[in-house]
T-cell receptor, first 110, second 113 residues
């Protein structure tokens, strides 16, 4: 079983839609959770960083962590064509390496 | 604030050759991690260096090695290149590693022919 599972998609939504991206994990020691956005042929860009359970909002982006279910989500409100990219979740325990999901490909159609 | 710089951006090498990739982290960051990214496998962890010491290592053969210098710059070396080593190699820097935010460079795209 992989440490982190992420539905690869692809996901296609109309402009303005709310997008929900999700990851599940198996290691209960994970405490630090990140979401990255990666455009084609570019390095991943850090979008959100959260610690432990709860919600964090930044503009149109909201990250949720449910440690009891080992489930994290990224919501994108009012999605834009510029949001079209691959979204990667990542997580770690104290002092350990980051574990990444395989990424979800998102296309926002104008 | 300068980001993570990886050089070179593109490389073409022949099977059997060796290659060295460089990563300059964000100033003040002491942890550098390396990843291999391929379409089929996603991001695969190679190793992490912290204060010149390898702290974590992924499941890659010994042909993949790295080091970190006192200024936190890191290099990754791949010897005896194989066709399957063709990938985007990414490095990420963070202040302390595991629990701190990690920032990626643009990557080095290696093509082995």
């Amino acid at each position: 079983q992989k440490e982190v599972e992420q539905d690869p998609g692809p996901l296609s939504v109309p402009e303005g839609a709310i997008v929900s991206l999700n990851c599940t994990y198996s290691n209960s020691a994970f405490q630090y959770f990140m979401w990255y956005r990666q455009y084609s042929r570019k390095g991943p860009e850090l979008l959100m960083y959260t610690y432990s359970s709860g919600n964090k909002e930044d503009g149109r982006f909201t990250a949720q962590v449910d440690k009891s279910s080992k489930y994290i989500s990224l919501f994108i409100r009012d999605s834009q064509p510029s949001d079209s990219a691959t979204y990667l979740c990542a997580m770690s325990a104290m002092g350990n390496q980051f574990y990444f999901g395989t990424g979800t490909s998102l296309t926002v159609i104008p | 604030k300068a980001g993570v710089t990886q050089t070179p951006r593109y490389l073409i090498k022949t099977r059997g050759q060796q290659v060295t990739l460089s990563c300059s982290p964000i100033s003040g960051h002491r942890s550098v991690s390396w990843y291999q990214q391929t379409p089929g496998q996603g991001l695969q962890f190679l190793f992490e260096y912290f204060s010149e010491t390898q702290r974590n290592k992924g499941n890659f053969p010994g042909r993949f090695s790295g080091r970190q210098f006192s200024n936190s710059r890191s290099e990754m070396n791949v010897s005896t290149l194989e066709l399957g080593d063709s990938a985007l190699y990414l490095c990420a820097s963070s202040i302390q590693g595991g629990y701190t935010e990690a920032f990626f460079g643009q990557g080095t795209r290696l093509t082995v022919v």
